[in-house]
């Protein structure tokens, strides 16, 4: 029986280097994929995923599963590496000249925002772990319904269904 992500995680913040090879080779190809499409370019897309799974054999001690599933964390892992990537290289790129994000001035909007964000989290987490992964896959990760299909091995149907009833069920936790 295959060893699931978590404990893959498990084992590479042991220091396991067969537990770290395995999570690579399990989701290296799709994140290369995700960072080839934000970073238009392979050499580019190369390096940072070279950091992107650095990272990971670094700080997989700090994973926290309540939070996310493990995919989640590592497509969080890639876009905060490319968005460093496209800062420091393409500083035009990150940020349009003149535009400022919103409510960066403002502590309050940044406070507010924070505060949905835990309760989004907090509702993500009382989901079933099936819900919960889909979800986070289709709108943290940017994948497709076909590719949360593929990518978590069940048939086309079933993913669709478990990220509508994931919204539906976020949709009355976060009203309550």
Not at 17 to 33: I, T
Not at 65 to 83: C, D, F, G, I, V
Not at 115 to 124: F, K, S
Not at 128 to 135: D, I, T, Y
């Amino acid at each position: 029986m295959e060893p699931s992500n978590q404990q893959l995680l498990t084992g590479i913040a042991a220091g396991d280097q067969q537990a770290f090879a395995e999570f690579y080779d399990r989701h290296s190809p799709r994140v290369y994929g995700l960072l080839l499409k934000w970073l238009g370019g392979r050499a580019e897309a190369e390096d940072v995923l070279q950091e992107v799974f650095w990272q990971v054999w670094c700080k997989a001690g700090q994973y926290d599963a309540q939070r996310s599933p493990p995919e989640a964390w590592l497509y969080l892992l890639a876009r905060s590496r490319s968005t460093d990537f496209l800062r420091q290289h393409r500083p035009e790129a990150a940020l349009p000249a003149g535009q400022e994000p919103a409510g960066l001035d403002d502590p309050s909007q940044v406070v507010e925002r924070d505060e949905l964000t835990g309760q989004v989290r907090h509702a993500l987490a009382r989901l079933p772990e099936e819900q919960r992964s889909a979800v986070v896959l289709t709108f943290y990760a940017g994948l497709t319904n076909e590719q949360v299909a593929r990518y978590q091995g069940i048939p086309l149907g079933t993913a669709k269904t478990r990220i509508r009833l994931g919204m539906e069920r976020l949709r009355c936790l976060l009203r309550d």
